[in-house]
């Protein structure tokens, strides 16, 4: 039987109060790619990815995952990077494995364990004195040691110093299944477009441009981060010119 597609937007919208932070998203994600969801601040990228992981509801329209409604399946199937650290303070990263072990069967502990001797991530350390970007690592590591089918990473390697973000980066790709599709949202583009194999472009909440990263390249003979660049630039506010403050 032809499975369904591991994630599908079908006319969904999200407000805010008056704020529309989607608007009529329709877009399918297939099963085994490494996709980057792409957009300027507040285009809606934590947003579609709230979606998937069903921590909010649409407004409007549908959404599935593995066709299926998000809820208590979807979840089991779903690893999620949220955009800040969720651990209690005392807890040590042995803490934290054993918490993962016991709440997800998906768990690789050893895997995990691998990842944090590679990064020189000392088992007894505390959250409390870690630094920010080994807190990141250690969250990363725990959500790539799972063996999900859709693993969302928001804002995976932002305060992560660039040499941790190659090993980090090689860790994704080579480390989920391949039957498993990774998400990632970013503003690194220059850093992460190596490992795409599709880009989505978000802008004021609509879904711009999904294309494969090989297509992008031979159309228009530029890197990601220059495509983007040209798609989102802006018009610099210069005194003067065109006689705006006069
Ligand atoms: N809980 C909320 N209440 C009100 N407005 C919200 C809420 N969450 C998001 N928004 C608004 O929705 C829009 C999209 O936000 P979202 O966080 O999805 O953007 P983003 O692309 O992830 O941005 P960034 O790159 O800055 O993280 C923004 O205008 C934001 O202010």
Request: hydrophobic residues 40%; contains cysteine; neutral net charge.
């Amino acid at each position: 039987m032809k499975k369904a597609p591991l994630a599908e937007f079908r006319g969904v919208s999200k407000g805010f109060g008056k704020k529309l932070a989607l608007d009529n998203v329709t877009l399918t994600i297939g099963r085994g790619k490494v996709i980057g969801l792409l957009g300027p601040n507040g285009s809606g990228k934590t947003t579609m990815i709230k979606l998937m992981n069903g921590l909010i509801q649409p407004t409007k329209g549908e959404l599935f995952i593995d066709g299926k409604t998000p809820g208590v399946y979807t979840k089991s199937i779903v690893s999620y990077l949220p955009d800040r650290t969720y651990f209690a303070d005392w807890m040590n990263v042995k803490d934290i494995l054993s918490m993962f072990d016991e709440f997800y069967e998906d768990f690789d502990r050893s895997k995990a364990e691998k990842m944090c001797a590679a990064l020189n991530i000392d088992k007894e350390d505390r959250i409390k004195t870690m630094s920010k970007g080994t807190r990141e690592k250690v969250q990363l590591i725990l959500v790539m040691s799972r063996n999900a089918q859709l693993y969302l990473l928001d804002e995976p390697i932002a305060g992560v110093d660039p040499a941790a973000r190659d090993y980090i980066l090689t860790t994704i790709i080579n480390n989920y299944n391949e039957e498993g599709t990774v998400i990632l949202s970013t503003h690194l583009i220059s850093d992460i477009e190596r490992v795409l194999d599709e880009v989505v472009f978000i802008k004021e909440g609509k879904v711009v441009r999904h294309e494969t990263v090989d297509a992008i390249k031979e159309k228009e003979g530029k890197s990601i981060d220059d495509v983007f660049r040209d798609t989102f630039r802006m018009v610099p506010f210069a005194r003067g010119v065109n006689g705006n403050d006069r």
